[in-house]
């Protein structure tokens, strides 16, 4: 990939979270990223490939991260412990990898984007089927059930983290999932 490329994906990446797909014009990205929009328009042929673009490398970005996170677990309950320990920390801006928080980039761009069949809508989705399936590989011993809890509740304390400012939300999720750990439901 191109110096000048890489420049404008991670330049929209940035302002794209950070702001919102839709509050951000092409111009503004031209004049933080110090690209000329002929270049910009040589590399991307619409704003919408540049979104793409921006998506695909946070959906790198982030899948990487969770791999980090959850290389080496050997149990389910090391697992929750693992994914929802490093959602708190990346709630507090303490993830490098992931940069400062502002919520689900995907959740916000699937919002801002009200056709479920546009590409924008549709990559979103895939990158929380990506996720759901990453975490399942991770899996002590494969759980349906669990595998769902864990997902709805991680969507959940993203959304709370973001909405509400309570940090503490993932912390809340290890500790429901483990009140329930006795539970047939939740045993690896």
């Known amino acids: 990939m191109s110096k000048k490329r890489k420049l404008l994906i991670d330049t929209s990446l940035d302002l794209f979270y950070s702001n919102s797909i839709n509050s951000i014009g092409i111009n503004e ?3 933080t990223s110090g690209v000329a929009k002929q270049t910009l328009y040589s590399h991307f042929e619409s704003k919408e490939s ?3 673009s921006a998506l695909q490398q946070r959906h790198t970005n982030f899948i990487e991260w ?3 996170k959850l290389d080496g677990v050997d149990s389910n309950e090391q697992l929750i412990i693992r ?4 959602l708190e920390s ?3 801006n303490s993830e490098s990898m992931l940069g400062d928080f502002h ?10 984007f009200n056709n479920k ?8 989705k895939q990158h929380k089927h990506e996720v759901r399936e990453t975490i399942k590989q991770y899996m002590s011993q494969e759980n349906l059930f669990l595998l769902d809890a864990i997902c709805i509740m991680k969507e959940g304390a993203i959304t709370n983290a973001y909405v509400s400012g309570d940090y503490s ?3 809340k999720c290890i500790r429901i999932l483990k009140q329930y750990e006795n539970n047939t439901a939740f045993t690896d």
């Open 50 to 52: 540049l979104i793409l």
């Open 90 to 92: 990346w709630f507090r």
């Open 169 to 171: 939300s993932a912390i």
């Open 103 to 112: 919520g689900c980039f995907f959740i916000n761009s699937a919002s801002e």
């Open 117 to 124: 069949q546009s590409n924008i809508s549709l990559f979103c």
């Open 29 to 31: 990205i031209l004049k």
């Open 66 to 68: 969770l791999k980090t």
């Open 83 to 86: 994914l929802f320990n490093a």
